[in-house]
């Protein structure tokens, strides 16, 4: 079992900036990457960014040179800086990760960008 704890949802002004963090517990050992999903109202959820244990990144196309990922080892978290946000932005941002194959999700942080 693994537990994932997000926070740094916020309401922010277009062109803003907001800093997510995810610290993950449990059977950390086992983790097979990290990354953030978002989801806005009506639409599907999708990936902003994920990092593989060996340390390579992806990034959707919309948010590439905007937010960037990153992770503390120490601290088992793994953060996005969110830069230039712009209001198609807003969505809950999940937390996600994959062990023994199986998916576990955070509990959903909100982002809103105001234009």
Known sequence: QVQLVESGGDLVQAGGSLRLSCAATGNIFSINGMGWYRQAPGK????VAAITNSGNIDYADSVKGRFTLSGDNA????????????????AVYYCHTTVLGFDYWGQGTQVTVSS
Do not use: C
């Open 75 to 90: 601290k088992n978290t793994v953060y996005v800086q969110m830069n230039s946000l712009k209001p198609e932005d807003t």
């Open 44 to 47: 599907q959820r999708e990936l």
